[in-house]
Nanobody, 123 residues
Framework: VQLVESGGGLVQAGGSLRLSCAAS??????????MGWYRQAPGKQRELVAA???????KHAVSVKGRFTISRDNAKSTVYLQMNSLTPYDTGVYYCNAGSDGGSYSYIAGAYWGQGTQVIVSS
């Protein structure tokens, strides 16, 4: 499975970006996966930002709730992350992951990661 992220860049605080992650798998297989977006800020551990499950249910980290929205398009085997009201704290490398539901919509990261896309938010 290959995951290819795109959409990162440099944006001013308060701005928006939309990240995309295209998976090189059939729509049938993609549709049963849970998908997640992680980010890693400089000097920090990678953290889960948002996840979307096979039934379309989503979960977002507290730090991004109300600003970021994860979604999926099974027909395109693609997952998105709409990021609004960006702050410098959102700066980091954003990674896409293909995972699973550990039960009660708890996201479990899988072995497949994208190469990451850089997001820089200037103040």
């Amino acid at each position: 499975v290959q995951l290819v992220e795109s959409g990162g860049g440099l944006v001013q605080a308060g701005g928006s970006l939309r990240l995309s992650c295209a998976a090189s798998i059939s729509r049938n297989i993609f549709s049963i996966l849970a998908m997640g977006w992680y980010r890693q800020a400089p000097g920090k551990q990678r953290e889960l930002v948002a996840a979307v499950f096979r039934d379309g249910s989503t979960k977002h980290a507290v730090s991004v709730k109300g600003r970021f929205t994860i979604s999926r398009d099974n027909a395109k085997s693609t997952v998105y992350l709409q990021m609004n009201s960006l702050t410098p704290y959102d700066t980091g490398v954003y990674y896409c992951n293909a995972g699973s539901d550990g039960g009660s919509y708890s996201y479990i990261a899988g072995a497949y990661w994208g190469q990451g896309t850089q997001v820089i938010v200037s103040s």
